[in-house]
């Protein structure tokens, strides 16, 4: 399945364009208001990648963490709390290391997820928030040459094709 997704400028020209696929027969969705929102359409929202990768590097990295810091601590035999004891330094070696993976999940898993999880999914959103309309076609790679075609009428901002994998 192939995706031609172009951003128009305001709802007269989206409307138009639309009406153009659709005298030739070919299919579109108009995203922005009064339209399809982005969440309706299927574009991923960032943020919420971001939280669901943190949490489960989260899940992986703070028991991993507890682990290497206790581990450390005993092999090191280092007596940094004096006031804690043998275990008790164990143990806060432990929660530290803990501590350590749950940053990580943060910092690496939600600003991974952030950059690399959203794709053009977030330029697209940015313009729908600004007003813009976005008509997209999904269908064969000949069809949407055809809707190429049609949409450089109506001199679109952007104008992308994608191809699903």
Do not use: C
């Not at 989206?14 to 922005?32: C, D, F, P, R």
């Not at 919420?48 to 601590?73: C, D, H, N, V």
């Amino acid at each position: 399945m192939n995706y031609l997704v172009a951003v128009l400028q305001d709802r007269i020209q989206a409307e138009a364009a639309y009406l153009a696929l659709e005298k030739e027969g070919i299919q579109s969705t108009i995203l922005g208001k009064g339209y399809k929102s982005a969440d309706e359409f299927g574009l991923i929202d960032p943020r919420e990648q971001a939280k669901k990768q943190a949490r489960l590097m989260a899940f992986w990295l703070i028991p991993f963490g507890f682990f290497a810091g206790f581990t450390f601590s005993v092999i090191t035999g280092l007596d940094t709390f004096a006031w804690a004891g043998e275990i008790g330094n164990h143990i806060i070696g432990g929660l530290l290391g803990a501590v350590s993976g749950g940053m990580g999940s943060v910092f690496v898993g939600g600003g991974v997820g952030l950059v690399v999880g959203s794709g053009d999914a977030l330029p697209y959103r940015n313009r729908l928030e600004v007003g813009k309309y976005i008509v997209v076609v999904q269908g064969s790679e000949t069809l949407t040459r055809q809707a190429t075609r049609i949409l450089r009428q109506f001199e679109p901002e952007n104008i992308q094709g994608y191809a699903e994998q």
